[in-house]
């Protein structure tokens, strides 16, 4: 272990955490962020009585390992979970917003759902598992749920999550937990049904599910991951690839327009899948191809913020817009609904997101037109009756959420032939293990176990 120094591409979410869990381990590491910060797209902005997100708004404690994170993690930065009133969920429906179904009772009498759909979403647990290992996520719920579920419950969910479409998302790789339920018990009710009872008689922990940020906001989760994780960090390091050398890496990098060079034993890259062939100029052509094809939706994502709110109640964890509705937003969050001092007294925080894959065009838009887009769609769906918001603030991302299409099952096949090759090299990063927060915690936690053996 004496012997282990570890090179990871990348100081976001990802990186940091990778560089904390190997440091538990008395692993040295080594970031290399090509930005003058880390953190990736996670970064929290005070200003005038608002704090806001320039990224991710908020993350689900969906495993063990992110919530022992924050544990650990704790004297420099505090895990703060959702009011009770972040769990009502928005749905527009036909020109109202409709709370998502979170019972027995409401599920009956929910107006989101046709009374065919109904019943046949009492009907799932009988129905036989489907048999296409690429079947879409739209495909999937059609067959399983009906039409107006996958509306009105999948399609803004993806929306919210991936900014996806349903059609080429594939469920084995975009909704993996989902997939393997109906293939393990033939049914997503029953399995997890079943699922919860093995845990319970095998006392394995399960994570709370909670929505989280940190007090303050997730730029402390960055902060604290810095400071624990007693790696060396270079940022603003340009045109870094990354060589083989018999059985070492050599890691070249500009870095205050010196060239620069270091020797790894290991090599961890976390960086997007377009990225890599720059990363890694040696890849075939092939491999090249096929990580430069890669979809990642684009996203603005709209910071509003008012000192005095007169619009619609909005205790709420927010509002989904479904793509059959034809409005110009994908959905609004309620920052200031969920969490603590996001906004002055009696004021808001809403966080508004727009394109993704089935608008592309949204992101080419100028600031005007979008600011424009926005005021007319929350007047309309918020009845704000006057829009004279104190803060605006509008962020682009032109490859802001991995695609998980078909395309994929290529990716993933052509990792594992790179590492098979390249020993004590681990692609890691969003283009595989899921897209969410405590999923990259997750992947960190696991690569560190690995190279911890």
Not at 111 to 116: D, K, V
Not at 281 to 301: G, N, R
Not at 374 to 386: D, K, N, S, T, Y
Request: hydrophobic share 40%; charged share 15%; proline share 4%.
């Amino acid at each position: 272990m004496q012997k282990t120094h570890v090179a990871i591409i990348g100081g976001g979410l990802t990186g940091l955490s990778i560089a904390y869990f190997l440091s538990q381990r008395g692993i040295s590491c080594t970031i290399f962020e090509q930005h003058d910060r880390c953190g990736g797209v996670i970064s929290t902005i005070h200003h005038d009585g608002f704090t806001f997100e320039c990224g991710p708004n908020t993350g689900v404690l969906g495993n063990v390992e992110i919530e022992k994170l924050f544990d650990e993690l704790q004297t420099n930065c505090t895990l703060e979970t959702a009011q009770k009133s972040a769990k009502v969920r928005l749905i527009w429906k036909q020109g109202a917003w409709r709370a998502l179904p979170s019972g027995l009772w409401s599920a009956i009498t929910t107006p989101l759902f046709t009374f065919f759909d109904k019943l046949r979403i009492l009907g799932e647990p009988f129905r036989k598992a489907g048999i296409n290992p690429n079947e879409t996520v739209y495909e999937l719920v059609l067959r399983r749920m009906g039409k107006s579920f996958h509306d009105y419950a999948v399609a803004p969910f993806i929306n919210g999550v991936y900014a996806g479409n349903t059609k080429t998302l594939v469920t084995r790789f975009a909704l993996a937990k989902l997939y393997a339920l109906e293939q393990t018990y033939g049914s997503f009710i029953r399995g997890a049904i079943a699922k919860a009872k093995y845990n319970k008689k095998n006392s394995i922990p399960t994570p709370s599910k909670q929505v989280f940020t940190c007090k303050g906001g997730l730029q402390n989760l960055i902060t604290a991951l810095e400071k624990n994780s007693k790696a060396t960090i270079f940022t603003q390091c340009q045109n870094v690839l990354v060589e083989p050398f018999q059985n070492e890496y050599n890691v070249r990098f500009t870095l205050n327009g010196q060239q620069e060079n270091k020797t790894f034993s290991h090599v961890i890259t976390t960086c997007n899948a377009y990225s890599l062939p720059r990363v890694l100029p040696w890849l075939s052509t092939y491999h090249t191809q096929i990580f430069e094809s890669v979809e990642y939706a684009p996203v603005v994502q709209v910071a509003v913020g008012f000192k005095n709110w007169n619009g619609m109640n909005i205790q709420a964890f927010g509002g989904l817009v479904p793509p059959c509705e034809n409005r110009d937003i994908l959905g609004v969050l309620f920052p200031s609904s969920m969490f603590g001092n996001r906004a002055p007294q009696g004021g808001a925080m809403l966080s508004v997101f727009l394109g993704g894959m089935l608008r592309p065009d949204i992101i080419h838009k100028t600031d005007d037109e979008i600011t424009a887009i926005v005021a007319r769609e929350l007047q309309h769906m918020l009845f704000i009756p006057h829009w004279n918001p104190d803060l605006i603030r509008i962020f682009r991302y032109t490859h802001a959420i991995v695609q998980y299409t078909k395309h994929m099952e290529q990716v993933f096949a052509s990792i594992d032939e790179i590492e098979h090759t390249h020993t004590n090299l681990i692609i890691a990063g969003s283009v595989r293990n899921g897209i969410g927060m405590a999923d990259r915690v997750l992947q960190a936690w696991n690569i560190a176990q690995r190279l911890s053996i």
